[in-house]
């Protein structure tokens, strides 16, 4: 039977790991934010068009 460790990780590349892991999660919340309006108007009902709105008044 063949007995081979666990890959080495030294401190630098799990801090670097760390790092882009905090960047990655912090970035798709900033998108998230900026975009949120845009994602809400997707699941949200669409509100009335004007030109519906003046054609009803019109014809009462």
Known sequence: MHFS???YLDP???SLI????IAVLLGLGVALRTS???I????G???KAEEDDDQN???S
Not at 18 to 21: D, F, H, R
Not at 40 to 43: A, C, L, P
């Open 12 to 14: 630098g590349s799990g």
């Open 40 to 43: 809400k108007g997707w699941f």
């Open 45 to 47: 009902s669409k509100p």
């Open 57 to 59: 008044h019109d014809e």
């Open 18 to 21: 760390i790092q882009i892991l």
């Open 5 to 7: 460790p666990p890959p």
């Open 36 to 38: 949120w309006g845009r």
